[in-house]
T-cell receptor, first 110, second 112 residues
């Protein structure tokens, strides 16, 4: 079963706006990761946040983690058409496996 | 930069055929994984391997097997392909079991 669940399933915004995607999970984690997938390609790792961290930045990306609510959010600021992709969260679970959510499809219109 | 190469981008096979999907990574990673991706179901783990000749079942191993004879190569085998195995197959590798995954570009398999 999938550990992480992203919300919303799809998001459409204009270039320059901010995009926020959320991820909820069920069991305790050591870390949570966000990935991006362009249409028809493999996933690319964006950022990893550990369970003892609350916020992490990488360029235009900001990730927050609230372990009390078992949730994370990915914020993309000043979005560009090139940010159009699917975004997935992944959480680790016992046995050393990453479990992926179903993803959020982001469409950024120029 | 880590490169994970999957041998085919697109593959069309007939029901009952034996299918081999090959994956090679060039960064000496111990850990390799096979996922399948289907609309509405996200990525599901089929098999993974922490070392040469070692394999462990993921969430949906039925109908699949794997082979890891060399550290850099992890093969997924469909013993007798069925139409419900039509999917996008993604191979990945990582330094540690839950460290960031490096993915190949995927193989889109169609079984007719």
């Amino acid at each position: 079963s999938q550990q992480g669940e992203e919300d919303p399933q799809a998001l459409s915004i204009q270039e320059g706006e901010n995009a926020t995607m959320n991820c909820s999970y069920k069991t305790s984690i050591n870390n949570l990761q966000w990935y991006r997938q362009n249409s028809g390609r493999g996933l690319v790792h964006l950022i990893l946040i550990r369970s003892n961290e609350r916020e992490k930045h990488s360029g235009r990306l900001r990730v927050t983690l609230d372990t009390s609510k078992k949730s994370s959010s990915l914020l993309i600021t000043a979005s560009r058409a090139a940010d159009t992709a699917s975004y997935f969260c992944a959480t680790d679970r016992e046995g050393g496996k990453l479990i992926f959510g179903q993803g959020t499809e982001l469409s950024v219109k120029p | 930069d880590v490169k994970v190469t999957q041998s085919s981008r697109y593959l069309v096979k007939r029901t009952g055929e034996k299918v081999f999907l090959e994956c090679v990574q060039d960064m000496d990673h111990e850990n390799m994984f096979w996922y399948r991706q289907d609309p509405g179901l996200g990525l599901r783990l089929i098999y993974f391997s922490y070392d040469v000749k070692m394999k462990e079942k993921g969430d949906i191993p039925e109908g699949y097997s794997v082979s890891r004879e060399k550290k850099e190569r992890f093969s997924l085998i469909l013993e007798s392909a069925s139409t419900n195995q039509t999917s996008m197959y993604l191979c990945a590798s990582s330094l540690l079991p839950t460290s960031p995954l490096h993915f190949g570009n995927g193989t889109r398999l169609t079984v007719t």
